[in-house]
């Protein structure tokens, strides 16, 4: 009797919840952070505050974990199948736009006028995405350390030149503290390559593609300006002040356990390395000639092309890009804010608070990767040229083929629509 | 009398049916695919039309050319030597970029190189990271065949015996084939780990010290040893089980006449044991070929084919196109190449090991 009574109130309940449903159009929508609590709190609050706000649309979550989601979108795609609404991580997005998977936002840009770079994702002069945040790096370390060390505290304005960065770490490495100088990053193989170190190659003034054209990589990634970064590079490994294989557990707590002096790391680590040293201090990232240069552009949301209802998805994505939200997303993810005015509002990022020198440091030094279809696969080049590199191979041989593989790449391509 | 088969086999058929229809949809209709675009440039993603581009993915990834060097000598014709003492050679990049002179090899890289005398032979590939993958999984193949049949049967031999508490031995021999190879191979990861891994402690202790310690997956020369090593650990146990039931299915019999014969341990191995495993030998013998052949998930957790390439494998570098690097095409052909190995050397297998009349 009992079981019948939850099963009628269950029924009655669902009734009730299509009746009330369908004078809404549902949305599908498609998230890459399952398994993460915090960002799904903030997206679900979103969600809710969105289909309550007006009459016309309902919004319907479907998370993937992050690792199968890119898989998960292309299996989608091929089989005809995308929601309304995915997201997209930022240098994937035009891959997706020139395959026909997304549909240019229907969102004014006055209304982006104020975000930062980075989550604007353009392709083919239209917006196709738009992120709710940023991500940063810099070089993590202890102000003791540089006072040991007798080092010049680096500033956005005056960051270190090549001189005094190859010194620092020389520095590091004679005082015998550390078991390495530097952390680059080693054991976070995949994106975090590109996402890291294309950005030093920039600063060096070569590049994963020639972005004039997006035609060639000839000139940009074997260039004189890519073969002084590649013997760089390669020095950091056989000087001993990095090492080219990495434990994971080393990459997380490497730095707290005092192995290393310097830690090329992400802003969404640094309420960690703050709470393991009182004195730790985040330095802009090192100006190796062509100006000091950091990734950017993290996980944005767009709207698909097979989309029946892109208005609604764009309202929704409009709804979303509220300073509330992105304010909530920052704090709790700890990823910054696209916005100056939801940056005032977190913790982290206000005023003064920890960690608000992130956000002017993207501000500053933000470059985008590459913005052309072809990313996808000259990441992957670029990411093995690099380890192969790290572990000894020859510099310009292994930019030569990794040059050939991304020209032979784009032409296949028939040019990727550049 | 085609139909008078069909017919007579109609129970036959409708039993086989349900398997050769999930056989033919999954496995040989996507092999036929496969066959058909690895002669186009199919994309996983692209609104660019498929086009036939004929026989060029196999020339690319196969091709291959020599080019023989001599010393380079200065104006009086002494040959220069590098601060090592070894003589000094042309950089190949200047005959494989932009050389109208030598424009067939343009976009070629070295693969390796022997010395002739003075002079020194190159030899170029237009797909390095391929054909180094060819050879690595040849050297996989090769070592872990024999080793890993051979283990399997000791094993065999050990457990095949009535004795208390057997079963426990089976079982723990048995148990890293029942683990996922991807949990087995991350455990592994671990255990080769260049600072604080099981293994150099291990070693260390063993040798108190005098064994260095080394980073078995960050170094060339050990990465693709310590992944057969893992490789053969973790599938002993099936092969093993095969085995077993090949020794099982010996009659007893054989052994008490050998006995009685006053055949030694020896002898009635190699009399009654072998002869009578023989087809179970061929069996495993393909079973192990086949799936050595086939080695990824092990690369693809522990090493993603670095470092500098030891690890690369054929199979990894498929995926890795296909999907990876999306392009449909090549990773296709790889598979037909893959394909094509696998057949002719399971055949040799076979023809090798015929029934002799």
Do not use: C
């Not at chain 2, 990876?324 to 040799?348: E, R």
């Amino acid at each position: 009797m009992k079981h019948l009574t939850i099963a009628t109130g269950a029924l009655l309940a669902s009734v009730a919840f299509t009746t009330l449903a369908q004078a809404q159009t549902t949305l599908s929508m498609w998230y890459h952070g399952a398994g993460n609590e915090g960002e799904a709190t903030v997206l679900n609050q979103i969600i809710t505050d969105f289909n309550a706000s007006q009459g016309d649309w309902k919004v319907e979550l479907q998370s993937f974990p992050q690792a199968a989601y890119n898989d998960s979108v292309v299996a989608g795609a091929l089989a005809g199948n995308l929601p309304d609404i995915l997201d997209v991580d930022g240098p994937v997005m035009p891959n997706w736009a020139w395959a026909g998977y997304m549909q240019p936002l229907q969102i004014d840009e006055t209304k982006i006028a104020n975000f930062l770079p980075g989550p604007r994702g353009m392709w083919d002069g239209k917006l196709y995405s738009i992120g709710l945040w940023d991500a940063a790096v810099s070089i993590v370390t202890r102000q003791s350390t540089l006072d040991e060390l007798k080092l010049r505290t680096p500033t956005l304005d005056a960051p270190w030149t090549l001189e005094e960065f190859n010194g620092a770490l020389e520095a590091a490495k004679a005082s015998g503290k550390f078991e390495y100088a530097f952390d680059p990053g080693m054991a976070w193989t995949g994106e975090w390559y590109p996402y890291a170190f294309s950005p030093l190659l920039q600063s060096f003034g070569g590049d994963i593609v020639d972005r004039s054209t997006y035609k060639t990589a000839e000139g940009a990634l074997n260039g004189d300006a890519a073969m002084a970064f590649g013997a760089w590079w390669q020095g950091l490994f056989t000087n001993g002040y990095a090492q080219a294989t990495q434990d994971p557990a080393d990459r997380d707590n490497g730095f707290a356990a005092g192995k290393y002096a310097f830690s090329w790391n992400g802003n969404w680590a640094a309420l960690g390395a703050l709470t393991a040293f009182d004195d730790t201090v985040f330095l802009p990232a090192p100006d190796f000639g062509a100006g000091a240069k950091i990734g950017a552009a993290s996980w944005q949301f767009g709207v698909s092309a097979k989309s029946q209802h892109p208005n609604g998805a764009s309202a929704f994505i409009e709804f979303a890009l509220q300073d509330k939200y992105l304010a909530d997303f920052a704090n709790t993810t700890g990823l910054i804010p696209a916005t100056a005015s939801a940056a005032a509002m977190t913790d982290n990022y206000k005023e003064g608070g920890p960690l608000a020198v992130y956000y002017d440091m993207t501000n500053a030094n933000a470059l985008v990767r590459p913005v052309t279809p072809g990313y996808v696969v000259q990441a992957k080049v670029f990411e093995k040229a690099l380890a192969d590199i790290a572990n000894g191979a020859d510099v310009a041989a292994t930019l030569d083929a990794a040059t050939d593989e991304i020209n032979a790449d784009i032409e296949k391509n028939g040019g990727y629509g550049h | 009398m085609a139909s008078q088969f069909l017919k007579s086999n109609r129970t036959g058929w409708l039993m086989a049916g349900p398997a050769a229809f999930l056989i033919g949809m999954f496995i040989i209709l996507p092999f036929v695919f496969a066959i058909i675009l690895s002669f186009t440039n199919q994309r996983l993603i692209s609104p660019n039309p498929t086009e036939f581009t004929g026989l060029s993915n196999y020339r690319q990834l196969l091709s291959v050319a020599t080019l023989t060097l001599d010393p380079i000598k200065d104006a009086a014709g002494v040959m220069q030597k590098a601060a090592d003492g070894t003589l000094e050679y042309p950089a190949i990049r200047s005959f494989t970029r932009g050389n109208p002179d030598f424009a067939h090899l343009a976009g070629m890289r070295e693969w390796f190189s022997f010395g002739w005398g003075e002079s020194r032979t190159y030899v170029l590939a237009r797909d390095v990271v391929f054909l180094t993958a060819l050879v690595n999984t040849f050297i996989f193949v090769l070592v872990v065949a024999p080793v890993q049949g051979a283990l399997a049967l000791g094993l065999a031999l050990l457990i095949n015996q009535k004795m208390r508490g057997i079963n426990v031995f089976r079982t723990i021999y048995f148990m890293p084939v029942v683990v996922s190879i991807v949990v087995v191979s991350l455990l592994w990861r671990f255990i080769y780990d260049g600072d604080s891994g099981l293994l150099n402690n291990l070693l260390g202790a063993i040798s108190f010290g005098a064994i260095p310690r080394v980073d078995w997956l960050g170094n060339p020369n050990t990465a693709l040893g310590a992944i057969m090593a893992m490789s053969i650990w973790q599938a002993v146990g099936f092969h093993m089980v095969i085995w077993l039931s090949g020794l099982q299915t010996i009659s007893p019999t054989l052994y008490e006449a050998g006995a009685i014969e006053g055949a030694t341990k020896w002898q009635s191995f190699r009399y009654i044991t072998w002869p009578g495993l023989k087809n179970t030998a061929i069996l495993v013998l393909i079973v192990i070929t086949m799936q050595a052949f086939a080695v990824f998930a092990q690369i693809d957790v522990m090493t993603n084919g670095g470092p500098l390439d030891s690890t690369q494998t054929i199979v990894f570098q498929a995926i890795e196109r296909g999907y990876g690097k999306q392009d449909i095409s090549g990773g296709s052909t790889i598979s037909v190449i893959l394909f094509v190995l696998v057949l002719s050397i399971s055949l040799f297998q076979r023809w090798i090991t015929r029934e002799r009349p």
